[in-house]
């Protein structure tokens, strides 16, 4: 069951403050950049994405920044909600191609009521 | 309702059945995918198909048998699967020409037996 494999980090905060999930990603040429969001029993659902040559996008509560020097993205959530708790994917697009993904293992998003 | 439909949504299966998952997009792209999704991995890459040709097999077991009879259906044909097989088969489609979107069914719960 669910007990039992990949831990997923796990991020719990108060509803109504902000969320901040974090991700490293592997490759340098990497142009293109994704969050997901995947609710229990569902597939993921696009949130917002990004290309390297912005270092910040917003988009309804969310905010995205991509710092390449560290290869590294992360992803704010304003105000978090109940309905926010899920978890939570990066991907990037990879040197290979733009069509092809490769995702991060998942940060687990809880908001306490 | 994202646009790409799964059946079944639950399938349980001997380890000498054979099944077939099936994916439907009404979203009019023109690249599909397959997604294996367990709890001890992060979400991974099976299959490929841009316009009807498989341009990606990453590195699937044989008893996995992709079909793209056409470019809003694809199919995962199931023959001979070991208990370690049970996981999320998760169907996506992209128009590949695009900035790299993955659009996700519910996907197809796997139990082996």
């Known amino acids: 069951g669910e007990s039992v494999g990949l831990h997923l980090p796990t991020l719990s905060v108060q509803e109504g403050d902000n969320s901040i999930i974090n991700c490293a990603y592997s490759n340098s040429a990497s142009d293109y950049f994704i969050w997901y969001k995947q609710e229990s029993g569902k597939g993921p659902q696009f949130i917002i994405d990004i290309r390297s040559n912005m270092d910040k996008r917003q988009g309804q509560r969310v905010t995205v920044l991509l710092n390449k020097t560290v290869k590294h993205l992360s992803l704010q959530i304003a105000a978090t909600q109940p309905g926010d708790s899920a978890v939570y994917f990066c991907a990037e697009n990879g040197m290979d191609s733009s069509y092809k993904l490769i995702f991060g293992s998942g940060t687990r998003l809880l908001v306490r009521p | 309702e994202t646009g790409v439909t799964q059946t079944p949504r639950h399938l349980v299966m001997g380890m000498t059945n054979k099944k077939s998952l099936k994916c439907e997009q009404h979203?009019?792209?023109?690249?599909m995918y397959w997604y294996k999704q367990s709890a001890k991995k992060p979400l991974e890459l099976m299959f490929v198909?841009?316009?009807?040709?498989?341009?990606e097999n990453n590195s699937v077991p044989s008893r996995f048998s992709p079909e793209c009879p056409n470019s809003s259906h694809l199919f995962l044909h199931l023959h001979t699967l070991q208990p370690e097989d049970s996981a999320l088969y998760l169907c996506a489609s992209s128009q590949r020409s695009s900035t790299g979107e993955l659009f996700f069914g519910e996907g197809s719960r796997l139990t082996v037996l």
């Open positions: 979203l009019g792209h023109n690249a």
């Open positions: 198909y841009s316009l009807e040709e498989r341009v």
